[in-house]
């Protein structure tokens, strides 16, 4: 055997034995890359998944107490017989029911077992009393079973027979002198919320939400959703352990929920690891969200998502590159293979550790050039995904902020916001002892409007309302709407006779500047100072008192004292 037949032999085996190496090695590197950059994509996808839920339904939390907590529909619970209660109540209801993402609402009293509800399509005007709940009913059984947990709130995803529809039903206890009179709250679409939520047909992405029992409550497949989760028995539930055949897996998604339901950063962790769910390896990304008091659960098929396929490029450039530099000087494969090898490693192991680099730390020439620049191409996506992801979540985090203490209509505080200013000057008055105004407004006769001229009329006339507000306060006080066709009006700081000054500048600009139709609009003001040691709902109460006093001695008027007053007209 000649020496050139050796040589060829011995080369071709020092580049099988070489190659075979490399390749091992390469395909760890391709391997790490891929868990890494899955795990990072499993988190952004679970917060932005989070974010959009959670926007859509904390909202809807919130309007839904804000109707519990309304003192007429309190008033009525206690004695729900009385019809001009009655009429008042749903008059109120109606108001919010614009209010509600899905302009739906319900009320259901625990006295009588009336269960009051309307929709977008205002389908049951005058006839907003649908049924009675019955406790030896199964399809009831929600209603006492949340009574009887006693929760502020809770999630329920359900199908109303009565009405004919299923959805998310968000259910707030309604109290009255600390005890529970029934049941308020919307309901949201249950179709729209998993096309719009969890359903977005990408490839290789599945979402779905259980609530603490494991319980499915939001799913692609609604043949997984467990209806009345609240009533349904342990044993009958369909729980996410449905979704997994490996014990092993399925112990590990409830430890994962357990360490995220007792860590310190509920909300902000994201725990992921492996699993198999039909058949197919899937990274799961595991978060718990305490406002809601659901888990979210997203698996990703990396098969899919970064397939193999996408590194053959990379693979065949590494084969050609490695076989032309064993053929070359020592000093070629140090210069064209080693040290473009050792700087792709570093950059790798960056990738892996989180760092995104936006500057391009991997050099080289010919073959390598191009493996180094496959990879910082992947390297750049990857960070732009992940920019991108997280000022979705950033944007509609702010969206949700501003929309949860604004009113949308008027662009003053809502009730929540004002709530909350409220409370900061009750603290600053009891640390400075000063003082602060509190004006509480009325429209006079606002049904009227909106029922002759319409419900468009009546929101141009909050509009200027609010516009006057602004005009008549000074830069440093505050107006909100409060609810309806009410507004709240914080002077800080505040004495007798800037009250009084403001308060009849309010009234006088609204008797001479609002006209709708051929009416002047007119306003009630009822007012009081407050100071260290009085409480909010002390506050409110004298102002109240004061704004139906005006409401009683012919509207239009502004009053100090308090009084309690009852309004032919809201």
């Given at each position: 055997?000649?020496l050139?037949?050796?040589?060829?032999?011995?080369?071709?085996a020092?580049?099988l034995?070489a190659?075979?190496a490399s390749?091992?090695?390469?395909q760890r590197i391709t391997e790490?890359?891929?868990?890494?950059?899955?795990e990072n994509?499993a988190?952004?996808?679970?917060r932005?998944?989070s974010?959009?839920l959670l926007?859509?339904?904390?909202?809807?939390i919130?309007l839904?107490?804000?109707?519990?907590d309304s003192?007429?529909?309190k008033?009525?619970a206690?004695a729900p017989d009385?019809?001009?209660?009655?009429?008042?109540?749903?008059?109120?209801?109606?108001?919010?029911r614009k209010?509600f993402g899905?302009e739906?609402?319900?009320?259901?009293?625990?006295d009588n077992?009336?269960?009051?509800y309307?929709n977008a399509?205002?389908?049951?005007?005058g006839?907003?009393?649908?049924?009675?709940?019955?406790p030896?009913?199964?399809?009831?059984?929600?209603?006492?079973?949340?009574?009887?947990?006693g929760r502020?709130?809770?999630?329920?995803?359900?199908?109303?027979?009565?009405l004919?529809v299923?959805?998310?039903?968000?259910?707030?206890l309604l109290?009255a002198?600390?005890?529970?009179?029934?049941?308020?709250g919307?309901?949201?679409?249950?179709?729209?919320?998993l096309?719009?939520?969890v359903?977005?047909?990408?490839?290789g992405v599945?979402?779905l939400?259980a609530d603490?029992?494991?319980?499915i409550?939001?799913?692609r497949?609604?043949?997984?959703?467990?209806y009345?989760?609240?009533?349904?028995?342990d044993?009958k539930?369909?729980?996410?352990?449905?979704?997994?055949?490996?014990t092993?897996?399925?112990?590990w998604?409830?430890?994962t929920?357990?360490?995220l339901?007792?860590?310190?950063e509920?909300?902000h962790?994201?725990?992921t690891?492996f699993?198999t769910v039909?058949?197919?390896?899937?990274?799961?990304?595991?978060?718990?969200?305490?406002?809601?008091?659901?888990y979210?659960?997203?698996?990703l098929?990396?098969?899919?998502?970064?397939?193999?396929?996408?590194?053959?490029?990379?693979?065949?450039?590494?084969?050609?590159?490695l076989?032309?530099s064993?053929?070359?000087?020592?000093?070629?494969i140090r210069?064209?293979?080693?040290r473009?090898?050792?700087s792709l490693?570093?950059?790798?192991?960056?990738?892996?550790?989180?760092?995104?680099?936006?500057?391009?730390?991997v050099?080289?020439?010919?073959e390598?050039a191009?493996?180094n620049?496959?990879?910082?191409?992947?390297?750049?996506s990857?960070?732009n995904n992940?920019q991108?992801l997280e000022n979705?979540?950033?944007?509609r985090?702010e969206?949700?902020h501003?929309?949860a203490?604004?009113?949308h209509?008027?662009?003053?505080?809502?009730r929540?916001?004002?709530?909350?200013?409220?409370?900061?000057?009750?603290d600053?008055?009891?640390r400075q002892h000063?003082?602060?105004?509190v004006?509480w407004?009325d429209?006079d006769?606002?049904?009227?409007?909106?029922?002759?001229?319409?419900h468009?009329?009546g929101d141009?006339?909050?509009?200027e309302?609010?516009?006057?507000?602004?005009?008549?306060i000074?830069?440093y006080d505050?107006?909100?709407?409060?609810?309806g066709?009410?507004f709240?009006?914080?002077?800080?700081?505040?004495?007798d006779?800037?009250?009084?000054?403001?308060g009849?500048?309010i009234?006088?600009?609204?008797?001479?500047?609002v006209h709708v139709?051929?009416?002047?609009?007119?306003v009630?003001i009822?007012?009081?100072?407050?100071g260290?040691?009085?409480q909010?709902?002390?506050?409110?109460l004298?102002a109240d008192?004061a704004?139906?006093?005006?409401k009683a001695?012919?509207?239009?008027r502004f009053?100090t004292?308090?009084r309690?007053v009852?309004?032919?007209c809201?």
């Amino acid at each position: 055997m000649s020496l050139k037949t050796r040589f060829l032999l011995l080369a071709t085996a020092l580049i099988l034995l070489a190659s075979s190496a490399s390749w091992m090695v390469f395909q760890r590197i391709t391997e790490s890359i891929t868990q890494r950059w899955g795990e990072n994509i499993a988190e952004r996808q679970v917060r932005y998944d989070s974010a959009r839920l959670l926007q859509t339904i904390e909202r809807e939390i919130g309007l839904s107490r804000q109707l519990a907590d309304s003192a007429i529909i309190k008033h009525w619970a206690t004695a729900p017989d009385d019809k001009a209660l009655e009429r008042a109540a749903i008059e109120e209801m109606e108001r919010f029911r614009k209010n509600f993402g899905d302009e739906n609402y319900f009320v259901a009293l625990r006295d009588n077992g009336a269960y009051y509800y309307n929709n977008a399509q205002n389908e049951f005007e005058g006839q907003q009393l649908r049924y009675h709940l019955n406790p030896d009913k199964p399809a009831d059984a929600w209603f006492y079973k949340v009574i009887a947990e006693g929760r502020s709130f809770h999630l329920n995803v359900n199908p109303d027979e009565s009405l004919g529809v299923t959805k998310l039903w968000i259910d707030v206890l309604l109290k009255a002198d600390d005890r529970i009179m029934g049941i308020a709250g919307t309901g949201i679409e249950l179709d729209a919320l998993l096309h719009n939520i969890v359903d977005l047909g990408e490839t290789g992405v599945r979402t779905l939400f259980a609530d603490h029992n494991g319980a499915i409550q939001l799913y692609r497949d609604t043949r997984y959703i467990d209806y009345a989760s609240i009533v349904n028995p342990d044993g009958k539930k369909k729980t996410i352990d449905l979704l997994f055949e490996n014990t092993a897996d399925r112990h590990w998604i409830r430890h994962t929920m357990g360490r995220l339901l007792n860590s310190s950063e509920q909300g902000h962790r994201v725990i992921t690891g492996f699993v198999t769910v039909d058949g197919e390896e899937q990274l799961a990304g595991v978060a718990y969200l305490p406002s809601i008091g659901w888990y979210e659960i997203t698996l990703l098929d990396l098969d899919v998502l970064l397939p193999a396929s996408a590194f053959m490029p990379l693979t065949m450039v590494f084969v050609v590159t490695l076989l032309l530099s064993l053929l070359a000087f020592s000093y070629a494969i140090r210069r064209q293979i080693i040290r473009p090898m050792q700087s792709l490693e570093t950059a790798m192991k960056a990738v892996r550790e989180g760092d995104l680099p936006d500057k391009r730390r991997v050099r080289g020439s010919g073959e390598m050039a191009s493996l180094n620049l496959h990879f910082e191409a992947m390297a750049n996506s990857i960070r732009n995904n992940t920019q991108q992801l997280e000022n979705t979540v950033q944007e509609r985090t702010e969206a949700l902020h501003r929309l949860a203490r604004l009113d949308h209509l008027t662009e003053l505080l809502n009730r929540r916001g004002m709530n909350e200013l409220l409370e900061g000057e009750i603290d600053r008055a009891a640390r400075q002892h000063s003082h602060f105004g509190v004006i509480w407004l009325d429209l006079d006769c606002f049904k009227e409007v909106n029922d002759q001229l319409g419900h468009g009329a009546g929101d141009q006339v909050l509009r200027e309302i609010a516009g006057i507000l602004r005009k008549s306060i000074r830069p440093y006080d505050h107006a909100a709407r409060w609810g309806g066709d009410e507004f709240l009006v914080v002077l800080a700081p505040c004495d007798d006779a800037t009250l009084e000054k403001i308060g009849e500048r309010i009234r006088q600009s609204v008797a001479s500047g609002v006209h709708v139709g051929d009416r002047n609009m007119t306003v009630s003001i009822g007012a009081c100072m407050a100071g260290a040691g009085d409480q909010k709902e002390d506050i409110l109460l004298r102002a109240d008192n004061a704004l139906y006093r005006a409401k009683a001695n012919g509207r239009n008027r502004f009053h100090t004292e308090p009084r309690t007053v009852s309004a032919d007209c809201e």
